[in-house]
């Protein structure tokens, strides 16, 4: 099926393994997900000149879970081959680059993707957008993912998670 690019904002929390956590709940519970779209005959419309960071989910299609638990989604046959295709294929942050993992970059990988250690939105998403220059150093491979703390008058203000599902 291909690989399928995902990001999400939540409001800024200093746990951001609570946050991750919360999110993944909240995006499962939602059905958001490769298999609960593939269930109900939803897809989500690609649009090429529209940002992939889900910012407002309540304009993206909800079908609702179709498994009891996180797990058995995870565990499912299509994600064991492809992920999920959303934040579920991220299970916990680390400071360390790993499968299934949304790594928190250095101080010295922020200033280098986003010019500062404390990038606001709009340098985030102005990087975001160019992939093979940002997101393939950022991310690594497909199957890891990120999380970055986004400042408002250089104040912690969001985190933004996001990654590439498995291929």
């Given at each position: 099926m291909?690989?399928?690019?995902?990001?999400y904002y939540?409001?800024?929390?200093?746990?951001?393994?609570?946050?991750?956590?919360?999110?993944?709940?909240?995006e499962?519970?939602?059905?958001?997900?490769?298999?609960?779209?593939?269930?109900?005959?939803?897809?989500?419309?690609?649009?090429?000149?529209?940002?992939?960071?889900?910012?407002?989910?309540?304009?993206e299609p909800?079908?609702?879970?179709?498994?009891?638990?996180?797990?058995?989604?995870?565990?499912?046959?299509?994600?064991?081959?492809?992920?999920?295709?959303?934040?579920?294929?991220?299970?916990?942050?680390?400071?360390k680059?790993?499968?299934?993992?949304?790594?928190?970059?250095?101080?010295?990988e922020?200033?280098?993707?986003?010019?500062?250690?404390?990038?606001?939105?709009?340098?985030?998403?102005?990087?975001?957008?160019?992939y093979?220059?940002?997101?393939?150093?950022?991310?690594?491979?497909?199957?890891?993912?990120?999380?970055?703390?986004?400042?408002?008058?250089?104040t912690?203000?969001?985190?933004?998670?996001g990654?590439?599902?498995?291929?």
């Amino acid at each position: 099926m291909g690989a399928d690019y995902y990001a999400y904002y939540v409001p800024y929390q200093e746990d951001r393994n609570k946050a991750l956590q919360e999110l993944r709940q909240r995006e499962f519970e939602a059905g958001r997900y490769r298999a609960a779209y593939a269930e109900k005959n939803i897809y989500p419309e690609y649009d090429p000149n529209k940002s992939p960071i889900m910012d407002d989910v309540s304009i993206e299609p909800a079908p609702g879970k179709i498994h009891t638990s996180i797990e058995e989604a995870l565990n499912d046959e299509w994600a064991q081959m492809e992920g999920t295709g959303s934040i579920l294929d991220l299970r916990e942050v680390s400071d360390k680059k790993d499968m299934c993992i949304a790594h928190i970059p250095t101080k010295e990988e922020m200033v280098e993707y986003f010019g500062t250690d404390k990038p606001n939105r709009k340098q985030v998403e102005d990087r975001l957008w160019d992939y093979d220059e940002y997101i393939a150093d950022l991310i690594g491979v497909r199957g890891i993912g990120y999380c970055i703390t986004v400042y408002k008058d250089e104040t912690a203000s969001e985190l933004l998670f996001g990654g590439w599902s498995f291929d």
